[in-house]
């Protein structure tokens, strides 16, 4: 096989798995930083400085391509092992409804969701100052998954969100130091969210004569859309071995337009009206990202190097789903996330000519305050412990493996229905989470 078709076979792959594969959130949030296993291998320190040396820095600032010599493919393979367990759940109905006990699994087990995510770059060296790239990433993700009896059901049952990223890049060398880089985000979005809803309630409210969850029914919403942002960098390399990077990556705003469905509808003619299947729309922001990296050799054979990200999840007030149909009002989950950092500590060993071994560490602070915590992302503060090796199998190509273990503080839920707008008849919910994950990727760089 050429190298020509082999670097086509590695993008292609990774542009049809990105769209097709399940995404658990390996960071924060519903954020993915797992895009490069040179990087994993250090937690992501020093990545917005191109501390791992190859292509996969275009995902974190795109004048990493300032540091590239020569062209470039790289394929990276990154498997997500979440568990996240979910115990002493316990819900119960509004007051109003008369605080009856919502029966149900209490300990549904673990929600997470395991998946493999893809990624592809190119490196092209136009000349010494002007350098192409591109980038096909899975930048945003997340799926979580009940069983359909579980207490919690009216507050959520599946979500996930999927994307694909396709960033064009091009690259400056303003001054012999200084880089600059500015590039495209297109990007593909699709949501797929489902839960319980209690007829029986509904109907007690209204004066029929049924017990409160005698009659469940299930809804289900999805979408999709493309939008379109920016990303754009600087790097500084004030001496050879010495590397300071910032990069910005702006937020993608999508208007996801679906369906939603009913199913178990009571053969009651108002409410058969109001939860008759209708196209949807939700509105989507991705944050917008801010990030400070370095890199610096201490000799020959050893370098240190450092991260700090700012996301500004503060974008994400609530989720709001609107319905054509005229008789559904829209629903809506109140998020009021906060914004949040991330930073990162990693050194770098190189054994011999062929051989390098990382190591880094991390602190991940969740975005999620405590009083909107939701079943669908149960998310809580996180920290990185990474190791990872690259090897030099032949003068045009490397690999890479690199290895995270992610622990998450203990997380709790604790949401009220007080029986109005949206978030009536879901009841009330309080449940205990307990998360780790485990990250494994393998990368193949080819140099032409």
């Known amino acids: 096989m050429s190298k020509g078709s082999l670097k086509g076979n590695l993008l292609a792959a990774a542009a049809a798995v990105a769209i097709a594969a399940p995404l658990p959130a390996g960071a924060a949030g519903y954020l993915l930083k797992e895009q490069s296993a040179s990087g994993q291998g250090t937690s992501f320190a020093g990545a917005t400085a191109n501390g791992m040396g190859d292509a996969t820095g275009l995902f974190f600032n795109p004048a990493a391509l300032g540091t590239i010599e020569g062209n470039q493919a790289v394929g990276v393979l990154s498997g997500v092992f979440p568990t996240s367990k979910t115990s002493n759940a316990r819900g119960t109905r509004a007051t ?117 969850g005698s009659r469940d029914g299930v809804g289900e919403v999805k979408g999709d859309d493309w939008g379109v942002g920016f990303t754009a960098g600087m790097l500084y390399e004030p001496a050879k071995g010495t590397r300071f990077g910032v990069s910005y990556r702006s937020s993608v705003f999508h208007e996801l337009d679906g369906d939603s469905k009913f199913e178990g509808v009571p053969a009651t003619p108002a409410l058969r009206a109001s939860f008759a299947g209708s196209p949807v729309r939700a509105k989507v922001a991705t944050p917008d990202i801010i990030s400070f990296g370095a890199y610096h050799e201490l000799t020959s054979s050893i370098a240190v190097m450092a991260d700090a990200q700012w996301t500004n999840w503060s974008r994400f007030k609530e989720l709001r789903i609107r319905y054509r149909n005229p008789l559904r009002t829209d629903t809506v989950t109140d998020e009021n996330w906060d914004d949040s950092w991330f930073f990162a500590l990693g050194a770098a060993y190189k054994w011999n000519d062929k051989l390098t071994l990382r190591f880094g560490v991390a602190y991940d602070q969740t975005p999620v305050t405590d ?26 190509i490397r690999t890479d493996i690199g290895y995270s273990h992610i622990f998450a503080n203990k997380a709790k839920i604790d949401l009220r229905d007080n029986l109005t707008g949206s978030d009536a008849f879901r009841g009330n919910l309080s449940a205990d989470y307990k998360a780790h994950v485990d990250v494994i990727a393998l990368q193949t760089k080819i140099t032409f």
């Open 371 to 396: 009083q909107y915590r939701t079943p669908r992302i149960p998310d809580e503060d996180r920290y990185w412990v990474s190791i990872g090796a690259g090897y030099q199998v032949t003068d045009s």
């Open 96 to 212: 109003r409804l008369g605080g009856s006990t919502i029966l149900g699994t209490s300990d549904p087990g673990d929600i997470g969701m395991d998946a493999v995510i893809p990624s592809g770059y190119l490196a092209y060296t136009v000349s010494p100052d002007v350098k192409l790239g591109l980038a096909i990433t899975a930048p945003w993700g997340l799926s979580t998954d009940y069983p359909e009896s579980w207490t919690g059901r009216y507050h959520g049952i599946h979500s996930s969100l999927l994307t694909i990223n396709i960033s064009p890049t091009v690259s400056y060398r303003l001054m012999p130091d200084l880089t600059i880089a500015g590039g495209l985000q297109f990007q593909y979005a699709k949501a797929r969210l489902s839960q319980a809803v209690d007829f029986g309630s509904i109907l007690a409210a209204t004066g029929v004569p049924i017990a409160p």
